[in-house]
């Protein structure tokens, strides 16, 4: 989700007519002018000892931290808070100089402790704190809300520390409880109780300063499972992993939120120590996916608005394990050891009995299974993939780099079974996503696993991933489709012949597809057969070897259009010898009966049986033809005969009327035999469409002709939406279907064919990614077809493996992939168009078309043509080189990640690409931003002077200079602050002997003087207890060399200081002022400056690191 647009809301005027309306109306509950109540606390200031305390407003202490008594779901429904979200995104983050309006604002749009926080949370989380810098026009005040958000987007300031302030600042006021008794609800209520607010301070003549929100807020410290967590790093690493997060109390009870986690999102984190097992289209591991940077994004995730504590452990785990809110709080090894979970897992509701983070296998295989609802919801939304890991390391198997088809992945009821067998050892990360459907855009982590296998299988894999997993589920059983022979994903056959019966509840349009490692998809459509006799629907396989192969069924409603869902998977395991089981003859789409087209062109077979069986070896079909404009062709095919020996054997006839035509087909012998029937329109060329189709059994077979017979096939990857292809046309009407797969209502609009000089010119259009088919015929015009070639084409984007391609092309650019080699030894052109010869049918064919084919060229004008292509090859190669290179710079530049702009930037210098729009010029500028925000940003974290002003130098002298003007300010800011301690501890190094020997002097010094010293050797380190006494000063004084106290204050750093040490040292001096030490002794003044400036230093690098300065009991160095 992306941030909110900010806005200003508009109030009524109070001197307006609707105004004056609205006083009177509420006149009574008004309260009468009265002088503000001033508070300790002023405006625009950061106090953090009025912080140290958020139950200051409270007449009861706070509870102790102990488990909620309600269950988030039981008190927060976040249908009923859209009011509130809302209305808090409204505010404009313009008027955070100070916390008035803040206040009053939340104030107004809340009637509950539980709606003040969803308030404050919500209106957080839609801020895009990376972005903030360009909303805000000059630097804020130092101290002010403003401020401290933006010093969050530079990372100087948190989320968790933030959140705390908003509920705890006060700035004054006090009408909330008259504005609570306001009638009404919803907006007008909330609208009315602001109006009326903004009212009251007018008619007082001021705006008065506001009460605190007074939430009582916690911050956590702790460790969290944060994208720097790595699942295979033991003993965990704390420095990495530290975090805050917040504890709100809500009715009595600590509610957990982390505002951060809410409202960032982190993807693509990966590194060397891990290789995706998943080939590419090259089938070799993706070497960028090795070691991809994060990239962040800014959503509200609303798990983490007061999340359940059992559920956030699973992430979180506080340093004081009270504030788990547990009743048995975890150990840090119990948090180590458990398995990564993601807020998808409780979304979901899973449940599993396997939690640890690592699964060891000594057998070769595990299975992992998880729960969810037992309910049809579940069974028909929630759903899995996964992605599986190898040890980067690992280089002994590196044949087997795709192990995705070693997991198998089934559905039964509320199970979600996970079982892998791994053809090899070693260590594995295993992640698996989920997704609900009817509530999810996409797939989300719900949990990982580390996985250690001892022992390699033999195993082959499975010849397919499907999404829905295996088996029969929901998916069949709201398409109406009950499994009545197999209930079983898994099948086993002994000879190959395998027969699958259903029970459907309605007429369906069906797909089927056979898929094996090692045969392609369309030589197995001949050994696979679907018909629906009555309400039963039948597939019938004849697996030619022996192996593993899936069964994939797509369904739906029957003329339903467009891409048909995948309903249905079996795991097929053939245990046959290697012998061939004799194919079905060739039948469109493996299938017998009506196709889904017939009904849309009045096309009616008169027998419907999907099986016939001739008489004498003869056979007459019929169909009724109801649109005079349609002609129609048959196709005989038979495994048992050359298709060239079939296709003089149909005749047709058509009946007076001229609305019956009759295929009468006089068999050449026994076997099986498949008649295709296709139509076509008289006015649209030579586009065919697919009516109906028979199987013919004609006795027993004498055998099927051998696979390498088969039709030839050419396959292709197309990048653009158009394609044209060239067949010679050789006398013979030459006609095609154009399909998409898995698809019904692709009607063949998408294509066209031209009759151009001697050639047919096949005009074909790809609407979208995905794969298509096309299937050419020879005819006699008249009656007759025979398959004469396939055409299979996988249409892509170019380069698919890049996010967020740039869609816009340069001026002047040749776009890519414009010259693709598509066939072997065929080329496209600019229109892509495809030169190929007719397959033959017989030796007697070949050599008549030959003769048309033969190009009446001169040998000179074959050479000279030949190197134009050449050329035109190289020249195109070049472009099409270059347009990837600016491609990749694009996408780096929208990424706005400096290493991958610097990585594009030197590819394209080295490549020489042509730059007519200054691309390159625009990414240097990107990058220098990028790369001095990112230095400027370190260096006001470390507070380091000099580095401080030499990135300041840097960044005033470099072109993006104004771009970072806010930047500058900032650390112009932090410079003044570190200067200003250098100067006090230069005037520290610069007090000579004789003032330091008059302080020493003393018996029983003044108390401003006392105090001072106290607060100096506080923050040196020194124990609060023998500093009551003077004379343990003045002989702390003494002391000389390393110990002597200038030499200290020369080398004390902030980063050394104590949290506890700071606070009392404040305390020590918090009452007094600069003159009351300086009349007593001019270097007990001294030292107290130094004090004062060391410890405001100390509480600003507090707010900066997250820490509560007042609560806090680390050293400056340790980040809790």
Same mark, same amino acid.
């Given at each position: 989700?992306?941030?909110?647009?900010?806005?200003?809301?508009?109030?009524? /005027?109070?001197?307006?007519?609707?105004?004056?309306?609205?006083?009177?109306?509420?006149?009574?509950?008004?309260?009468?002018?009265?002088?503000?109540?001033?508070?300790?606390?002023?405006?625009?200031?950061?106090?953090?000892?009025?912080?140290?305390?958020?139950?200051?407003?409270?007449?009861?202490?706070?509870?102790?931290?102990?488990?909620?008594?309600?269950?988030?779901?039981?008190?927060?429904?976040?249908?009923?808070?859209?009011?509130?979200?809302?209305?808090?995104?409204?505010?404009?983050?313009?008027?955070?100089?100070?916390?008035?309006?803040?206040?009053?604002?939340?104030?107004?749009?809340?009637?509950?402790?539980?709606?003040?926080?969803?308030?404050?949370?919500?209106?957080?989380?839609?801020?895009?704190?990376?972005?903030?810098?360009?909303?805000?026009?000059?630097?804020?005040?130092?101290?002010?809300?403003?401020?401290?958000?933006?010093?969050?987007?530079?990372?100087?300031?948190?989320?968790?520390?933030?959140?705390?302030?908003?509920?705890?600042?006060?700035?004054?006021?006090?009408?909330?409880?008259?504005?609570?008794?306001?009638?009404?609800?919803?907006?007008?209520?909330?609208?009315?109780?602001?109006? =009326?607010?903004?009212?009251?301070?007018?008619?007082?003549?001021?705006?008065?300063?506001? /009460?605190?929100?007074?939430?009582?807020?916690?911050?956590?410290?702790?460790?969290?499972?944060?994208?720097?967590?790595?699942? #295979?790093?033991?003993?965990?690493?704390?420095?990495? =992993?530290?975090?805050?997060?917040?504890?709100?109390?809500?009715?009595?009870?600590?509610?957990?939120?982390?505002?951060?986690?809410?409202?960032?999102?982190?993807?693509?984190?990966?590194?060397?120590?891990?290789?995706?097992?998943?080939?590419?289209?090259?089938?070799?591991?993706?070497?960028?996916?090795?070691?991809?940077?994060?990239?962040?994004?800014?959503?509200?995730?609303?798990?983490?608005?007061?999340?359940?504590?059992?559920?956030?452990?699973?992430?979180?785990?506080?340093?004081?394990?009270?504030?788990?809110?547990?009743?048995?709080?975890?150990?840090?090894?119990?948090?180590?050891?458990?398995?990564?979970?993601?807020?998808?897992?409780?979304?979901?509701?899973?449940?599993?009995?396997?939690?640890?983070?690592?699964?060891?296998?000594?057998?070769?295989?595990?299975?992992?299974?998880?729960?969810? #609802?037992?309910?049809?919801?579940?069974?028909?939304?929630?759903?899995?993939?996964?992605?599986?890991?190898?040890?980067?390391?690992?280089?002994?198997?590196?044949?087997?780099?795709?192990?995705?088809?070693?997991?198998?992945?089934?559905?039964?009821?509320?199970?979600?079974?996970?079982?892998?067998?791994?053809?090899?050892?070693?260590?594995?990360?295993?992640?698996?996503?989920?997704?609900?459907?009817? &509530?999810?855009?996409?797939?989300?982590?719900?949990?990982?696993?580390?996985?250690?296998?001892?022992?390699?299988?033999?195993?082959?894999?499975?010849?397919?991933?499907?999404?829905?997993?295996?088996?029969? *589920?929901?998916?069949?059983?709201?398409?109406?489709?009950?499994?009545?022979?197999?209930?079983?994903?898994?099948?086993?056959?002994?000879?190959?012949?395998?027969?699958?019966?259903?029970?459907?509840?309605?007429?369906?349009?069906?797909?089927?597809?056979?898929?094996?490692?090692?045969?392609?998809?369309?030589?197995?459509?001949?050994?696979?057969?679907?018909?629906?006799?009555?309400?039963?629907?039948?597939?019938?396989?004849?697996?030619?070897?022996?192996?593993?192969?899936?069964?994939?069924?797509?369904?739906?409603?029957?003329?339903?259009? *467009?891409?048909?869902?995948?309903?249905?998977?079996?795991?097929?395991?053939?245990?046959?010898?290697?012998? #061939?089981?004799?194919?079905?003859?060739?039948?469109?789409?493996?299938?017998?009966?009506?196709?889904?087209?017939?009904?849309?062109?009045?096309?009616?077979?008169?027998?419907?049986?999907?099986?016939?069986?001739?008489?004498?070896?003869?056979?007459?079909?019929?169909?009724?033809?109801?649109?005079?404009?349609?002609?129609?062709?048959?196709?005989?095919?038979?495994?048992?005969?050359?298709?060239?020996?079939?296709?003089?054997?149909?005749?047709?006839?058509?009946?007076?009327?001229?609305?019956?035509?009759?295929?009468?087909?006089?068999?050449?012998?026994?076997?099986?035999?498949?008649?295709?029937?296709?139509?076509?329109?008289?006015?649209?060329?030579?586009?065919?469409?697919?009516?109906?189709?028979?199987?013919?059994?004609?006795?027993?077979?004498?055998?099927?002709?051998?696979?390498?017979?088969?039709?030839?096939?050419?396959?292709?990857?197309?990048?653009?939406?158009?394609?044209?292809?060239?067949?010679?046309?050789?006398?013979?009407?030459?006609?095609?279907?154009?399909?998409?797969?898995?698809?019904?209502?692709?009607?063949?609009?998408?294509?066209?064919?031209?009759?151009?000089?001697?050639?047919?010119?096949?005009?074909?259009?790809?609407?979208?990614?995905?794969?298509?088919?096309?299937?050419?015929?020879?005819?006699?015009?008249?009656?007759?077809?025979?398959?004469?070639?396939?055409?299979?084409?996988?249409?892509?984007?170019?380069?698919?493996?890049?996010?967020?391609?740039?869609?816009?092309?340069?001026?002047?650019?040749?776009?890519?992939?414009?010259?693709?080699?598509?066939?072997?030894?065929?080329?496209?052109?600019?229109?892509?168009?495809?030169?190929?010869?007719?397959?033959?049918?017989?030796?007697?064919?070949?050599?008549?078309?030959?003769?048309?084919?033969?190009?009446?060229?001169?040998?000179?004008?074959?050479?000279? #043509?030949?190197?134009?292509?050449?050329?035109?090859?190289?020249?195109?190669?070049?472009?099409?080189?270059?347009?990837?290179?600016?491609?990749?710079?694009?996408?780096?530049?929208?990424?706005?990640?400096?290493?991958?702009?610097?990585?594009?930037?030197?590819?394209?210098?080295?490549?020489?690409?042509?730059?007519?729009?200054?691309?390159?010029?625009?990414?240097?500028?990107?990058?220098?931003?990028?790369?001095?925000?990112?230095?400027?940003?370190?260096?006001?974290?470390?507070?380091?002077?000099?580095?401080?002003?030499?990135?300041?130098?840097?960044?005033?002298?470099?072109?993006?200079?104004?771009?970072?003007?806010?930047?500058?300010?900032?650390?112009? &800011?932090?410079?003044?602050?570190?200067?200003?301690?250098?100067?006090?501890?230069?005037?520290?190094?610069?007090?000579?002997?004789?003032?330091?020997?008059?302080?020493?002097?003393?018996?029983?010094?003044?108390?401003?003087?006392?105090?001072?010293?106290?607060?100096?050797?506080?923050?040196?380190?020194?124990?609060?207890?023998?500093?009551?006494?003077?004379?343990?000063?003045?002989? =702390?004084?003494?002391?000389?060399?390393?110990?002597?106290?200038?030499?200290?204050?020369?080398?004390?750093?902030?980063?050394?200081?104590?949290?506890?040490?700071?606070?009392?040292?404040?305390?020590?001096?918090?009452?007094?002022?600069?003159?009351?030490?300086?009349?007593?002794?001019?270097?007990?003044?001294?030292?107290?400056?130094?004090?004062?400036?060391?410890?405001? /230093?100390?509480?600003?690098?507090?707010e900066q690191s997250g820490n509560d300065f007042s609560r806090t009991t680390s050293s400056m160095g340790v980040k809790r």
């Amino acid at each position: 989700m992306g941030s909110q647009p900010t806005k200003t809301v508009k109030f009524v /005027e109070s001197n307006s007519e609707k105004g004056q309306q609205i006083l009177r109306k509420y006149s009574d509950i008004l309260p009468p002018a009265t002088q503000p109540q001033v508070t300790t606390l002023q405006r625009n200031t950061l106090d953090h000892s009025a912080i140290a305390e958020c139950s200051q407003h409270r007449e009861q202490p706070l509870p102790l931290p102990k488990p909620c008594r309600k269950k988030k779901n039981e008190i927060f429904q976040g249908e009923k808070f859209s009011e509130i979200d809302k209305l808090s995104r409204e505010f404009d983050i313009m008027k955070m100089n100070d916390w008035d309006e803040f206040n009053t604002y939340m104030k107004s749009i809340s009637n509950t402790e539980l709606e003040l926080v969803r308030a404050l949370f919500s209106w957080i989380a839609s801020i895009d704190f990376s972005n903030l810098e360009n909303k805000v026009e000059d630097l804020p005040e130092g101290g002010t809300p403003l401020d401290y958000m933006l010093k969050i987007q530079w990372n100087m300031g948190n989320h968790a520390y933030f959140l705390a302030m908003c509920c705890r600042m006060n700035s004054g006021g006090k009408h909330l409880q008259q504005l609570n008794g306001v009638k009404g609800k919803g907006i007008a209520r909330r609208r009315v109780k602001l109006l =009326l607010h903004i009212f009251v301070r007018e008619r007082e003549g001021e705006r008065e300063k506001e /009460e605190a929100l007074n939430i009582s807020c916690k911050i956590i410290n702790g460790i969290n499972k944060s994208a720097a967590y790595q699942l #295979e790093d033991m003993p965990i690493n704390r420095r990495l =992993l530290t975090a805050q997060w917040n504890a709100v109390l809500i009715n009595d009870e600590w509610r957990l939120i982390d505002i951060l986690w809410a409202s960032t999102c982190v993807i693509g984190k990966t590194n060397k120590s891990w290789t995706l097992i998943k080939e590419n289209e090259d089938n070799e591991i993706d070497e960028e996916e090795a070691d991809k940077e994060p990239e962040t994004f800014h959503r509200v995730n609303e798990f983490f608005f007061i999340t359940d504590p059992e559920k956030l452990v699973y992430t979180h785990l506080p340093d004081i394990p009270q504030w788990q809110l547990l009743s048995k709080p975890i150990t840090e090894t119990q948090f180590a050891e458990t398995f990564y979970v993601r807020e998808r897992y409780f979304e979901l509701n899973m449940t599993n009995e396997t939690t640890n983070r690592v699964i060891r296998s000594k057998t070769g295989d595990i299975n992992i299974t998880f729960y969810v #609802e037992d309910s049809d919801h579940a069974e028909k939304n929630i759903n899995f993939k996964f992605l599986l890991y190898r040890k980067a390391d690992d280089n002994e198997n590196d044949e087997f780099q795709n192990l995705e088809n070693f997991i198998f992945y089934s559905k039964v009821k509320n199970k979600r079974i996970f079982q892998i067998k791994f053809p090899i050892k070693g260590t594995f990360k295993l992640d698996i996503f989920g997704t609900d459907k009817s &509530r999810h855009e996409g797939y989300d982590l719900a949990c990982s696993y580390l996985i250690i296998n001892d022992k390699p299988l033999k195993v082959e894999p499975l010849p397919d991933i499907p999404e829905i997993g295996w088996g029969i *589920g929901i998916e069949a059983k709201e398409k109406g489709i009950e499994a009545k022979s197999h209930q079983s994903p898994i099948i086993e056959t002994s000879d190959g012949k395998v027969e699958l019966r259903f029970n459907l509840a309605k007429s369906l349009s069906v797909l089927q597809n056979l898929r094996s490692n090692s045969l392609d998809e369309l030589l197995l459509s001949k050994h696979t057969l679907l018909r629906t006799e009555g309400d039963e629907m039948i597939v019938s396989l004849r697996l030619p070897t022996g192996g593993d192969y899936a069964l994939k069924l797509f369904a739906d409603g029957e003329g339903s259009e *467009g891409d048909l869902p995948n309903v249905c998977n079996y795991l097929i395991k053939c245990l046959k010898a290697d012998e #061939e089981c004799e194919a079905f003859p060739k039948m469109h789409e493996g299938a017998v009966g009506k196709s889904h087209l017939a009904s849309k062109l009045g096309v009616v077979a008169l027998d419907n049986s999907p099986i016939v069986k001739p008489t004498d070896g003869k056979l007459s079909v019929d169909f009724q033809v109801n649109d005079e404009e349609l002609e129609i062709f048959a196709e005989l095919t038979s495994n048992n005969y050359q298709p060239g020996d079939l296709f003089n054997l149909i005749d047709k006839r058509i009946d007076n009327s001229g609305k019956i035509t009759t295929f009468d087909i006089d068999l050449p012998g026994k076997g099986e035999f498949a008649l295709n029937v296709f139509a076509k329109k008289k006015s649209t060329g030579n586009k065919l469409y697919h009516i109906h189709t028979y199987l013919i059994d004609n006795e027993s077979s004498k055998g099927s002709l051998p696979l390498n017979q088969s039709i030839p096939i050419f396959s292709s990857e197309i990048f653009k939406d158009t394609l044209d292809i060239c067949l010679p046309a050789n006398r013979v009407p030459v006609y095609a279907e154009f399909q998409r797969k898995n698809a019904q209502g692709f009607d063949n609009e998408n294509f066209s064919v031209q009759l151009n000089g001697k050639n047919n010119l096949f005009h074909l259009e790809f609407p979208e990614n995905g794969e298509y088919k096309m299937d050419v015929y020879k005819g006699d015009g008249i009656k007759r077809l025979q398959q004469i070639c396939t055409y299979q084409f996988w249409k892509r984007d170019p380069y698919p493996d890049e996010l967020n391609p740039i869609q816009e092309a340069e001026e002047g650019e040749t776009s890519e992939k414009e010259t693709e080699k598509v066939l072997p030894g065929v080329y496209e052109s600019k229109k892509q168009v495809i030169e190929s010869k007719e397959p033959k049918g017989n030796e007697e064919e070949e050599s008549t078309e030959n003769k048309t084919e033969v190009a009446e060229k001169t040998e000179e004008q074959k050479a000279l #043509e030949e190197e134009q292509r050449k050329r035109m090859e190289q020249i195109k190669a070049i472009e099409r080189e270059h347009a990837k290179w600016r491609e990749l710079l694009k996408q780096a530049m929208n990424k706005e990640d400096p290493h991958q702009i610097s990585t594009a930037m030197k590819n394209f210098r080295q490549h020489k690409v042509t730059d007519k729009l200054g691309l390159l010029n625009k990414a240097q500028q990107l990058f220098d931003y990028l790369t001095i925000t990112e230095e400027l940003s370190y260096a006001m974290g470390k507070r380091d002077l000099s580095k401080l002003k030499l990135i300041i130098k840097k960044a005033q002298g470099s072109s993006v200079s104004k771009k970072l003007n806010l930047q500058i300010k900032m650390a112009q &800011r932090i410079e003044g602050q570190l200067e200003k301690l250098e100067k006090l501890r230069h005037a520290v190094m610069t007090l000579n002997q004789k003032t330091i020997a008059e302080l020493k002097s003393y018996n029983s010094p003044p108390e401003p003087a006392h105090l001072s010293m106290i607060a100096t050797f506080l923050l040196l380190g020194e124990k609060e207890s023998i500093l009551k006494k003077w004379g343990n000063i003045v002989a =702390l004084m003494g002391k000389t060399g390393k110990l002597s106290l200038k030499r200290r204050v020369q080398e004390a750093n902030v980063e050394n200081f104590s949290y506890p040490d700071c606070r009392r040292a404040r305390d020590y001096i918090k009452n007094l002022e600069l003159n009351q030490v300086r009349d007593v002794s001019s270097a007990a003044a001294t030292f107290f400056v130094w004090s004062k400036g060391m410890i405001e /230093e100390a509480e600003s690098r507090s707010e900066q690191s997250g820490n509560d300065f007042s609560r806090t009991t680390s050293s400056m160095g340790v980040k809790r």
